[in-house]
């Protein structure tokens, strides 16, 4: 913003702490700064309170007590314009909003400079957000969900603070084997975090209504409402803005083995030689048809763009997500290329400051002038660019401890299991996870880090590190030695265990004995055992049942 025009507003605002409002008259404001966007907000108000009811006045200041307090604060601010020329003569609406305090200052104003003389007023700051941008900061679960939804997860943790309302059923209400939050503070990433990279990734749309304080979820913007038709005579100025537009094409890459797919993606403006490859690693073409609609989606260019700067507060006040028009009407070129569109809102940034700011000044009074400044970035009703915060992307993957899920033979039967995906048909393990109540998630049956002539599934309860990705897992490496298995260090032996339990399988196993190599093999069924025991110098074949 660059141009400071005078206009007389009221600004009404209350705080409430711990349950208790405390409203703030407009003639005690002393400043203000608001950035609104069409994901949430972001502001400061200044404001002067009397206490000299000690030196027989009738003022008190109430807030003191509860400002002090670190209990969580809420804002109600209201703007509005005071006068009007326009004809016929309308009554102004305010801009109205809802946030919660994240930070709080106060100085004290003596009656002179003496060091015991009284306090006669305070000035109070207060520094405020909307509420998922103040509380998912600060919120870094580590949490894992196995059949839920992804609206689910948002349900739980959203805190009772926060309202939420859902129109994105295609992606928030799928039912996934596995959702998983790895977000613990020293990895980056905070709930809000998490929630701005899934809307991202799916090309989501994060839409806050700053007078209720609430957000929605949709799948696409909103296009409910009649355009609100704006007055050129409250506008100082109007810029038309053209963003960068994208000269890169893309590549989506599947690397896998059998069936690699490379799928090139271009557009009008795209020039030849440059592009942004995406490497994918995945046997489901599903997944990878998915990318691809993703990629070709990121490609759509930005449309023109509106920055209107105001000499005054409009009359009837908007927020992000309102339509508008700038019609003939209205006093506008009907030759400007805005003339015949529709735009929406995307950000509304407006400050003032008191032209009278003496601690005695304008106390009490329904209104006040300020040096004023606001400005608007408008886009066009169907600009498909969905304007988020910057954010951090969680990192993955996690790492956690599981055992092996097996429902072949006796739970003392150390078996393994081909599970099948139901909606995949790969064929995978089963893993339970302790740490999170013994949900079991599907991890890749591969020979992870085997060479593929040795096949040796996990076997039930055996203890594994599982990846946790946020929506796969897969078996890392394996964690402990099977029982019976460790040898002794002085043989320098090594053994292969194989079977169900120590007393139905078979074992090989070389040792050293007198410093020369032993080789055993051995097969056990209860009592029946058979052993080929080759030694320096001797062969030992021998079948025998073991007596009780």
């Known amino acids: 913003m660059h141009g400071t025009f005078e206009d007389r507003l009221a600004v009404s605002m209350t705080l409430t702490i711990g349950g ?24 400061r108000v200044e404001f002067i309170l009397t206490d000299n009811k000690a030196l027989g006045g009738k003022q008190k200041d109430t807030l003191l007590p509860d400002f002090l307090k670190p209990d969580l604060a809420e804002v109600s601010l209201e703007v509005c314009a005071v006068h009007t020329d326009l004809r016929p003569r309308q009554k102004p609406t305010p801009l109205k909003l809802k946030a919660l305090v994240s930070s709080k200052a106060l100085v004290e104003l003596p009656a002179s400079s003496a060091p015991d003389a009284p306090l006669l007023h305070r000035r109070y700051t207060v520094h405020f957000l909307d509420a998922a941008r103040l509380l998912w900061r600060q919120h870094h679960p580590c949490a894992l969900y196995t059949q839920k939804t992804l609206q689910d997860v948002l349900e739980e943790h959203k805190g ?3 309202s939420l309302s859902y129109d994105w059923d295609a992606v928030l209400g799928v039912a996934h084997p596995l959702l998983f939050l790895g977000l613990e503070r020293e990895a980056g990433a905070s709930f809000y975090d998490f929630v701005l990279w899934c809307l991202d990734r799916h090309r989501g749309v994060l839409a806050y209504d700053a007078e209720k304080g609430s957000y929605s979820l949709l799948g696409a913007k909103a296009e409910a409402g009649t355009p609100l038709e704006l007055e050129a005579r409250e506008v100082a100025s109007l810029e038309v803005l053209l963003p960068e537009v994208l000269r890169h094409g893309a590549t989506v890459l599947n690397a ?22 995406v490497l994918l690693c995945t046997p489901l073409a599903d997944a990878v048809q998915a990318r691809v609609d993703q990629e070709q989606d990121r490609l759509q260019a930005r449309g023109m763009e509106l920055e209107l700067e105001w000499r005054r507060m409009p009359v009837e006040a908007f927020a992000p997500g309102a339509l508008v028009k700038l019609p003939p009407g209205k006093g ?3 030759a400007s290329v805005a003339a015949q569109d529709t735009f929406r ?18 106390l009490s ?17 169907d600009e498909p660019h969905v304007d988020l915060p910057a954010y951090t992307p969680p990192r993955y993957p996690r790492h956690v401890e599981g055992v092996l899920v097996s429902e072949v033979g006796e739970e003392k039967h150390e078996t393994w299991q081909v599970y099948s995906e139901e909606k995949t048909s790969m064929d995978c393990y089963r893993v339970k996870l302790p740490i999170w109540d013994d949900q079991v998630v599907s991890a890749p049956f591969n020979p992870s880090l085997l060479p593929g002539h040795f096949y040796f599934p996990s076997y039930k309860n055996e203890r594994v590190l599982v990846a946790l990705d946020f929506q796969k897992a897969w078996v890392k490496r394996f964690l402990d030695w099977r029982a019976g298995a460790r040898l002794p260090q002085e043989s320098q032996g090594v053994q292969l265990l194989m079977g169900k339990t120590p007393t139905s399988g078979a074992t090989l196993q070389q040792t050293y004995e007198d410093d020369k190599p032993v080789l055993l093999l051995r097969r056990t069924n209860e009592k029946d055992t058979g052993v080929i025991h080759l ?10 049942e073991e007596q009780d």
């Open 332 to 334: 506008w070129n009907p």
């Open 160 to 162: 009772e603070k926060i």
């Open 256 to 277: 896998v083995a059998e069936g690699p797919k490379r799928q090139s993606l271009t557009h009008a403006q795209a020039v030849a030689g440059l592009r942004q490859d």
């Open 20 to 43: 208790k409002a405390h409203v703030i008259p407009p003639g005690n404001i002393r400043s203000f700064a608001l950035e609104l966007h069409g994901w949430g907000l972001e502001g």
């Open 535 to 544: 030694r320096e110098g001797a062969l030992r074949i021998q079948v025998r």
């Open 345 to 362: 809102v995307r950000t509304l940034r407006l400050s003032g400051q008191a032209r009278e700011t003496g601690p005695d000044s304008n």
């Open 365 to 381: 009074a329904p209104d006040a002038g300020f040096h004023f400044q606001m400005s608007t970035r408008l886009e066009r009703q």
